[in-house]
């Protein structure tokens, strides 16, 4: 490498775009990612290559969301190739942040990967700092217009970066517009730039972990850790609710369940009285049939006994009369042999009257 390469970084989350950019931008072939998928990235610099006549080289620097390794050991990554370069003597002449115009809002991770390069670069480097959007292709132009207005004057965005000396341009992902942002950089670049990392590493002999980029990582780290404590309190919370709710549920049920049985067992119990009180009208009816049958019978019997006695009453009168008539004859007959015998023996004693006894 030649000492007069003109050295620039460039920052931004993993999936900004930061290797397709320098691609195009240097023709290299380095890896590029697929979508928002996070690889493990080390810090790689380009072959040099010219804008306007100066030779320039790329330096690729790793997101802070690799889902492999901590923060603060891609900001170790990131602080030990720039202070190599340092005391190297290779000149740093700016700093590229690569954010992505189609994001529809700045997210956690975003605002965390412009937090670090904040603390990584310091105020006073911000002169020749670009904050370069990309993907305009991907977004209606005026809805992209409408975010890069929004993001230029957010006070918790780009705002006081800009303020404070950074530009903000376009990139369109051509070559071409590639070299314009990198033109930019070089027609400002007025010396070589110490990252605040640098500085207090190499001027200040402080060791990373008292670099202000090293708070922010304990501070970054911190609020990962509090974010994931929120999330579990969160989660521990929604199951402890979701517990209570299946509880609650299941109490609701039971109850459902007894009003259930209690409506079974009423509903059962008053069929049950229904058929009894139904059995009984039944029973009623029954004995009512029977007891006017049994009157019929009785009365049926009560005439067919007045008739029998009826009958045996003519049949004894008739006989009654039969023994009188016979009476009568007999007593006739019996006058008769009276007289008779009268008669005879008068006879008799007339005869005996007439005639001597010898
Ligand atoms: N549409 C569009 N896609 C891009 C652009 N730059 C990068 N990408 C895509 O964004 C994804 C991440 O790009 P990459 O360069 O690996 O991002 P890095 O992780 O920051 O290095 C890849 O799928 C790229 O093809 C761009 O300017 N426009
Ligand atoms: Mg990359």
Known sequence: MNDSDLLVAI????????????NVASGSTFGV????????????????FHVDGRSVRLVDT?????????????????ADHLTSSYKAGKSLAG?????????????????????????ICGDSTLRNVVIMTNMWGSVEPSIAEAREAELASGELLFKPVLEAGATMLRHSGTSESAHDVLRHIIQNHGGPLVLDVVRQIEIEHKGLEQTDAA???????AKEADR????????VQREIEAALKQ???????????EIRRHREEAERAEAEARRAAEEMRRQREELKRQMHAAQERAREEARRAQEEYERQRRHREWEARCAAKRAEREQRELQARIDEERRRREQEDSDDEGCTVQ
């Open 11 to 22: 920052m931004g989350a993993t999936g900004s775009g930061k290797t397709s950019f320098i």
């Open 33 to 48: 990612g697929e979508g928002l998928v996070s690889r493990t990235e080390a810090v790689q610099t380009t072959h040099a």
């Open 62 to 78: 790793p997101g802070f969301d690799d889902t492999t390794r901590s923060d603060f050991d891609i900001l170790r990554t990131i």
């Open 95 to 119: 700093v590229i942040y690569i954010h992505r115009i189609s994001d529809i809002r700045m997210s956690g991770i975003a605002r965390k990967n412009f937090r670090m390069f904040r603390k």
């Open 215 to 221: 708070d922010a990582c304990r501070d970054e780290m």
């Open 228 to 235: 994931l404590h929120r999330e579990e309190m969160e989660k």
């Open 247 to 257: 509880q609650e549920e299941e109490a609701r049920r039971r109850i459902e369940e």
